[in-house]
């Protein structure tokens, strides 16, 4: 039963990324994903790279997030099993903080020095 439910659950999850990555040059039922080292610049490349970073770990705070939750509700009132989800789901919010925050400062900075990043 486990099996199905992490199953079922990580098919929602991937779904809409499959659907989204789909682009007007992409053929149907393919996904495509732009070659990174296309770019003009080595800022193109560091922000190209950068943002795959990104998104990659937001999906996988947001599936942390889902996991502990799920052994939340399957901890059937146990301390350990209830720590240990509120850890996953704890760690999973400071993941994503740390993440949105490094996009900022990277942002913040190259704004203060007043880099002309061409992309």
């Not at 997030?65 to 901890?75: K, M, P, W």
């Not at 949105?100 to 913040?108: R, V």
Request: contains cysteine; negative net charge.
């Amino acid at each position: 039963m486990k099996k199905y439910l992490i199953l079922a659950l990580l098919i929602v999850l991937l779904v809409p990324i499959a659907i989204s990555a789909q682009e007007e040059d992409c053929p149907a039922g393919k996904i495509c994903i732009d070659n990174p080292t296309t770019s003009k610049s080595l800022w193109g490349l560091l922000d190209k790279v950068i943002n795959f970073i990104f998104y990659i770990s937001i999906s996988i705070a947001s599936l942390m997030i889902v996991v502990g939750a799920y052994f939340f509700l399957t901890s059937a009132g146990e301390p350990g099993k209830v720590q240990t989800a509120k850890d996953v789901i704890m760690y999973a919010l400071i993941g994503l903080v740390v993440v949105f925050l490094s996009k900022a400062i990277i942002a913040l900075l190259l704004e203060t020095f007043g880099v002309d990043v061409e992309f």
